[in-house]
């Protein structure tokens, strides 16, 4: 049986919406087969043009008694809630999804949002952290 949600219960509604309206701008506007970096630059230029604000390759260092082990890059944090992770494939991998999700957990945001520009399209992942 499918699941019912109603959009009160979505977390960031509207900006969700925003930044996926960004990103079809931008594949409309390009089209598929081009570096990741590329698709990265004019989502940036789109998100600037819908005044949202972001950083771009958001530093984020894993931590463990107080010490830094290792360190993440995001693509985007947008308006301070949600990650924005791009891709460039046919699909998702699990190491896609495990990657984000990690995102999630180390930082405790509540929203990423998974970008795929797909040679047939853009194609979206909202991910959840439950914790």
């Given at each position: 049986m499918p699941v019912v949600v109603n959009k009160k219960d979505l977390l960031y509604p509207e900006l969700s919406y925003?930044?996926?309206g960004c990103a079809y701008d931008v594949f409309n506007e390009?089209?598929?087969g081009h570096p990741e970096k590329f698709y990265q630059r004019a989502l940036a230029e789109a998100l600037k043009s819908k005044k949202l604000s972001f950083t771009e390759q958001l530093y984020f260092p894993v931590k463990f008694n107080e010490k830094v082990i290792g360190k993440m890059y995001f693509d985007f944090l947008?308006?301070?809630k949600v990650i924005i992770e791009l891709k460039k494939n046919s699909s998702f991998s699990k190491q896609n999804i495990d990657q984000v999700n990690q995102y999630l957990k180390t930082t405790g945001l509540k929203l990423a949002i998974l970008i795929n520009f797909s040679p047939t399209g853009v194609i979206?992942?909202?991910?959840?952290?439950e914790i």
């Open positions: 925003q930044i996926v390009i089209g598929f947008v308006e301070e979206c992942k909202r991910m959840v952290n």
